[in-house]
Every structure is written in structure tokens, then in C-alpha cells.
């Protein structure tokens, strides 16, 4: 087993001792760190549970290497999950984000707006559009991991 002091304890089979392992009780042989906040990439992904968001946008910040991202999700009137950065594709030098009237996320920058069913997806027509986050959705949670954030950082220089 590698690295660590003393006697090697290794939990969770990475062959990675306890005392210097990123990511304690998942399997992670490359201690992947892709943020350098000492926790590995295995056990950093960002969970939103489903039961905390409601048709009211909830807006999050995340510290990446550089700046600050920040992102919204919200519930649609059936229930859906849908989220963004809180940066227009064109608009995001402006760096004010959308705000959310009805049914509607509205560009601060521009006045566009956007059905919140429509939101989620990547933009088809090149012009405005919130920031496309690649997520994945399980029955109760909204799974986000950290690179996908930090790819997204050129939306808040």
C-alpha cells in the first residue's frame, strides 16, 4: 500500500493508506484533487437534494480556482428540476445574473426571458440563454461535480 506512516490502514481498498487518503471510504488510487481543497475529487460532489428546492429559484455560489461561480436551481410546476449558471451565454460580462418573476428566470442584464421549463438545457440558438451546467439527477438529488463548475468559470471573470 502507498504512502501514509506507521502501520497502513486502507478502508477502502485503494491501496492508499487511511492517514494520507483524499477521499476516505471510496476507492480512489489517483487522489484526483482537481479544486486543491484537500478533499479528492470522488468525495467532493456537490449534492442539492430535490426536497430543499422549490418554484422559487434557489441560488448557490461555489469557490472555484479563480472566482466565484454561481448557479440557480429551481422547480418548474410539475416538479422538474431545472438549473443554471447564473450567467447568460452572451450577456455574462455584464455580471448580474437572471432573477426569477413567475414562471420566468429574466436576464438582469438584457430583460430576455426564459420559461423555467424551458431552462437546462444547452443553447440551440447561439443568442442569449442561462448557462448550461451538466448535472446528473437521481430520484432525490441534483449531483453536480466540482470540474464541471470550474469549466464553467469563464462565465465570472
Known amino acids: 500500500s502507498g504512502g501514509g506512516t506507521g502501520a497502513c490502514t486502507d478502508d477502502d481498498g ?5 492517514d494520507v487518503d483524499v477521499c476516505l471510504g471510496v476507492a ?3 487522489q484526483d484533487d482537481f479544486n486543491g481543497d484537500g478533499l479528492g475529487d470522488a468525495c467532493d460532489t456537490i449534492v442539492i437534494p430535490l426536497a430543499s428546492l422549490s418554484t422559487t ?3 448557490f455560489s461555489y469557490e ?7 448557479y440557480f436551481a429551481v422547480l418548474d410546476g410539475t416538479g422538474a428540476a431545472h438549473i443554471a449558471f447564473d450567467a447568460c451565454d452572451v450577456c455574462y460580462g455584464a455580471k448580474k445574473g437572471y432573477d426569477q418573476v413567475g414562471e420566468q ?3 438582469n ?4 426571458t426564459f420559461a423555467i421549463v ?3 438545457g444547452e443553447n440551440q440558438g447561439g443568442g442569449c440563454w442561462p448557462g448550461f451546467i451538466a448535472v446528473q439527477m ?3 438529488d441534483i449531483l453536480i461535480e466540482p470540474e464541471t463548475l470550474e469549466a464553467g468559470s469563464w462565465y465570472f471573470p
Open 14 to 18: 485503494d491501496e492508499v493508506c487511511d
Open 28 to 30: 480512489d488510487p489517483g
Open 57 to 59: 429559484a434557489t441560488f
Open 64 to 70: 472555484a480556482q479563480t472566482t466565484t461561480v454561481k
Open 105 to 107: 428566470m429574466v436576464c
Open 109 to 112: 442584464n438584457c430583460g430576455n
Open 118 to 120: 424551458d431552462i437546462g
Open 138 to 140: 437521481t430520484p432525490s
